[in-house]
T-cell receptor
Framework: AQSVTQLGSHVSVSEGALVLLRCNYS??????LFWYVQYPNQGLQLLLK??????LVKGINGFEAEFKKSETSFHLTKPSAHMSDAAEYFC??????????FGRGTSLIVHP | DAGVTQSPTHLIKTRGQQVTLRCSPK?????VSWYQQALGQGPQFIFQ???????QRGNFPDRFSGHQFPNYSSELNVNALLLGDSALYLC????????????FGNGTRLTVT
């Protein structure tokens, strides 16, 4: 069985501030983990993925995420928020079923 | 290189009617998955097609059915529409049976009145 919990349905930051979006997962086998971003009226776009190896994963648009097995977490961060980062962010886990399970999403709001 | 394309973009149907949504996968991809995304929710897995067969299915009733064609394109059919079927339907393609990332289309917005 696999599941994802995204803490906080909405996160609000000022432009230039640190972005931290939280994701905790549950998986009975070593997981593959993903972060996707969804802009209004669009599909989901892959930001980054963790498979094996290095636990700090760098993605597009300056985002990165760290896999922490002991905490079953895969939080997404960006050092400095930009107005264009405002979107819905989804964490997903694939625990061996080849079908990823998505979290409910976190809406990132960026204030000028 | 064309990405995943879905048609139509918007659709309005009446309760009890039937609907067909279409998807063309990203070039080179052979696997198509369908997701339902209700407003304010994450995508929920409906089913996945590979080699023209339904490979896995999520927790959706038999009213939801699909098909994959030899060119890897796919259709999602929903019969006896309910108000609760109103959602964004996303098609995602990938390559083979592994953990390769999904490439999503922009979805079809279905409204059932």
């Amino acid at each position: 069985a696999q599941s994802v919990t995204q803490l906080g349905s909405h996160v609000s930051v000022s432009e230039g501030a640190l972005v931290l979006l939280r994701c905790n997962y549950s998986s009975s086998v070593p997981p593959y983990l993903f972060w996707y971003v969804q802009y209004p009226n669009q599909g989901l776009q892959l930001l980054l993925k963790y498979t094996t190896g290095a636990t700090l994963v760098k993605g597009i648009n300056g985002f990165e995420a760290e896999f922490k097995k002991s905490e079953t977490s895969f939080h997404l961060t960006k050092p400095s928020a930009h107005m264009s980062d405002a979107a819905e962010y989804f964490c997903a886990v694939n625990g061996g079923s080849y079908i990823p399970t998505f979290g409910r999403g976190t809406s990132l709001i960026v204030h000028p | 290189d064309a990405g995943v394309t879905q048609s139509p973009t918007h659709l309005i149907k009446t309760r009890g009617q039937q609907v067909t949504l279409r998807c063309s996968p990203k070039s080179g991809h052979d696997t198509v998955s369908w997701y339902q995304q209700a407003l304010g929710q994450g995508p929920q897995f409906i089913f996945q097609y590979y080699e023209e067969e339904e490979r896995q299915r999520g927790n959706f009733p038999d009213r939801f059915s699909g098909h994959q064609f030899p060119n890897y394109s796919s259709e999602l059919n929903v019969n006896a529409l309910l108000l609760g079927d109103s959602a964004l339907y996303l098609c995602a393609s990938s390559l083979g049976r592994d953990n390769s990332p999904l490439h999503f289309g922009n979805g079809t917005r279905l409204t059932v009145t």
